[in-house]
């Protein structure tokens, strides 16, 4: 991550300290074209851009003035002078997507004769498993997480208020695997408590509802009315859960919130939103659900990507299996 960022922080510099006009123009034209046409989340777009600056300051020290110029020479040395950096494959493997998604739109806006990046490898990265809870590890974390404003009688009304808020987030992202910024763009409105479903908002702003249980019920119950009430602003609007200044609540918070509960109790290790998504991903599948319910719960585009989910249970089965058959 460091090297990453170091590097795009250096070639950005270099980027910004003379960057021919054109480079400029277009680079502005495809984070646009990303935003507004290809409906790419945030972060993708802050990615690709910095990318692009990040190949657009390489190309400048050869003396490529124009975009339309690239080839895929200039490409290959590009990624090459990250692997000289020491940059991750999976970083080497963002930017070259990134180069092949901003010469295809070149060529398709006509400011480029040929596409270059069509013909750009990509490191291959090892695909590794997700890191999940197994259930009494999960239901262990719920069960402090839900317990502990209760035991607390010293605590003042805004701490309990954000414990209480951390509680129904923990069990929320479980109950509902979804991503951690389609929690913290959801509204009260969002949420059906009479069939026990939330309307999301995922990539791509597609929207798909999502059943919760019982205990996300309670908990979210618990919030509405003894949590949110003393943290609301007039700035709070109809956000679901609050910061601690009453605003919507930033996923920098709930990563915190999650990463708190989990490296808190021994012999399950800290873990981040995205681990209980995983976590519970494998919990359905494991507990009868087929693969596309899954794919529709967390919002797969393809169901490729659902059967990572696959090889996480078969991992188990095999490590039980080894454990408890006298001939494994």
Avoid at 85 to 114: D, V
Avoid at 172 to 184: D, G, H, I, K, P
Avoid at 236 to 251: K, M
Avoid at 279 to 293: I, N, P, S
């Amino acid at each position: 991550m460091e090297d990453r960022d170091a590097q795009r922080g250096g070639d950005s510099l270099a980027a910004d300290a003379a960057m021919p006009s054109a480079w400029d123009e277009k680079i502005d034209a495809f984070a646009d074209h990303l935003k507004f046409e290809s409906r790419r989340s945030d972060h993708t777009v802050r990615a690709y851009v910095g990318d692009v600056r990040s190949l657009a300051a390489h190309a400048n020290r050869y003396g490529i003035s124009d975009p339309s110029a690239l080839t895929l020479e200039t490409l290959r040395s590009w990624l090459g002078s990250l692997a000289a950096r020491n940059a991750a494959r999976s970083t080497i493997a963002r930017h070259a997507a990134a180069a092949r998604t901003f010469t295809a739109w070149l060529m398709s806006t006509g400011a480029s004769a040929s596409d270059p990046g069509q013909r750009l490898a990509s490191p291959k990265i090892p695909r590794e498993l997700p890191t999940v809870l197994r259930l009494e590890q999960m239901e262990q974390v719920l069960n402090v997480a839900e317990a502990t404003p209760a035991l607390d009688t010293d605590m003042g009304p805004k701490d309990l208020a954000l414990r209480i808020r951390d509680a129904a987030v923990l069990e929320l992202l479980y109950a509902t695997a979804v991503r951690v910024s389609e929690l913290c763009g959801l509204d009260r409105r969002d949420v059906d408590f009479e069939r026990r479903t939330i309307q999301v908002l995922g990539k791509g702003d597609k929207q798909r509802v999502v059943p919760f249980g019982a205990p996300a019920q309670a908990c979210l119950d618990g919030w509405l009315t003894h949590g949110r009430p003393i943290l609301a602003t007039t700035e709070s609007n109809d956000a679901l859960f609050l910061g601690a200044r009453g605003r919507r609540l930033d996923q920098r918070a709930a990563r915190r919130a999650v990463s708190v509960a989990t490296q808190g109790i021994d012999g399950i290790p800290a873990m981040a939103p995205h681990g209980l998504r995983h976590t519970a991903a494998t919990h359905v599948l494991e507990g009868g659900a087929d693969l596309r319910t899954v794919q529709e719960l967390l919002g797969h585009a393809t169901l490729a990507t659902t059967q990572l989910y696959t090889h996480v249970s078969l991992e188990r089965l095999r490590s039980v299996y080894e454990q408890a058959h006298p001939r494994a």
